[in-house]
């Protein structure tokens, strides 16, 4: 029988939204290696099934699971929320990777229906699994959301509107979680246990995009390893501290 690993995030509960993607096989397989119980999400089984056999091989004993869910369905994230909760206990962290780009040469060429690809993929999917995680992530002793957001968001470029305006509406839904962390602690102290985080990257850049393109230099760009390593030292700080704040992963 394999043990399972223990580490930094043993006993924490950990549900990773959009975990089939580079960034989110990195951040399931870091999480799981710290010791902690994951749940990754996705809408597609198939890509969600080979994202937990790849941390399964890479993380021996890894406590990981997967479930099939449409994010864009707040029934389905609720019922999610109250499930993870009713079977393990806790919940102690939502990490939301689902995203999404779309853009233009030019201002005027931008297109109307890139910004309702990105309204869903970008902002419901992060409304949605907020609303729904944010009364167990209060009740947990050390509940940690973190979404990822990018530079473009606090200078956008002229091509890049749709999806800048989506990467700013997130930052502030996000910033309004905080706020309710901070007013809805039951800590007798009355500081927040609780801390909604935004971490900002330029771009990402995985392992394979690096075979990929040898010659590369991928300026400013985030490793999906390093994005990994930032989240799940999310716990080592204290909530107060964390909550409500950006962190810079790319230069300002």
Do not use: C
């Not at 690809?117 to 050390?142: C, K």
């Not at 985030?222 to 990994?228: M, S």
Request: aromatic share 6%.
């Amino acid at each position: 029988m394999t043990t399972a690993p223990k580490g930094p995030l043993t006993g924490k509960v950990i549900a990773v939204a959009g975990a089939s993607g580079p960034a989110g096989q990195a951040v399931l397989r870091r999480l799981a290696a710290d010791g902690a119980t994951v749940i990754g999400a996705d809408i597609d089984a198939r890509r969600l099934e080979s994202a937990l056999d790849t941390v399964r091989v890479a993380v021996r004993g890894a406590r990981i699971s997967g479930q099939v869910i449409d994010l864009l369905d707040p029934q389905e994230v609720h019922d999610w929320a109250d499930h993870l909760e009713a079977e393990h206990g806790h919940v102690d962290g939502v990490i939301h990777l689902v995203g999404g780009w779309r853009g233009s040469k030019t201002f005027f060429d931008s297109r109307l229906d890139d910004w309702d690809f990105l309204h869903d993929t970008v902002v419901r999917t992060l409304q949605h699994t907020s609303l729904a995680f944010q009364p167990a992530l209060l009740r947990s002793e050390s509940g940690r959301y973190a979404m990822i957001s990018a530079a473009a968001a606090h200078k956008p470029t002229a091509g890049g509107a749709a999806y800048a305006a989506a990467k700013a509406a997130t930052e502030a839904w996000t910033l309004a979680m905080a706020d309710s962390f901070r007013k809805e602690t039951t800590a007798e102290d009355g500081k927040p246990t609780a801390a909604a985080a935004i971490l900002v990257i330029k771009a990402l850049v995985s392992p394979e995009m690096r075979a990929e393109k040898p010659d590369a230099k991928f300026t400013g760009f985030t490793d999906t390893a390093d994005l990994a390593a930032h989240l799940a030292g999310l716990w080592d700080r204290p909530a107060e501290e964390l909550n409500g704040q950006h962190l810079w992963l790319t230069a300002r």
